[in-house]
């Protein structure tokens, strides 16, 4: 009787591994998607643009939620006059999220 218990248990840790393994790569292909998004409003592109993307997948490593890499996105704009308003940026956040998820999802199967 403990076993089935046990069993469950450990099902269960592992489904919560998986899901939190599969919302880190979400965010981090979203943050990269975001990355690249600024990088063409700013103008960057190629190698610059890779670079820049994965400098904003690693400002979301500074604190849990999304404000690091909005403000990240939000002071680089300001510095190079983009004109984009604070709900443009997370409007932007929200649809990547939501293209970060079907990716990581479609490269899963």
Do not use: C, T
Request: proline share 0%.
């Amino acid at each position: 009787m403990g076993s089935g218990f046990e069993d469950r248990k450990k099902a269960a840790e592992g489904k919560w591994a998986h899901d939190e393994e599969l919302r880190f790569k979400v965010m981090a292909r979203r943050n990269k998607l975001l990355g690249q998004w600024a990088a063409g409003e700013m103008g960057v592109s190629g190698a610059e643009s890779d670079a820049y993307a994965k400098d904003v997948v690693a400002a979301d490593l500074e604190e849990a939620g999304d404000e690091d890499v909005f403000r990240k996105i939000r002071k680089d704009f300001d510095s190079k006059k983009v004109a984009a308003s604070d709900h443009a940026i997370r409007s932007k956040m929200q649809e990547l999220l939501a293209i970060a998820g079907d990716q990581v999802m479609a490269e899963k199967k």
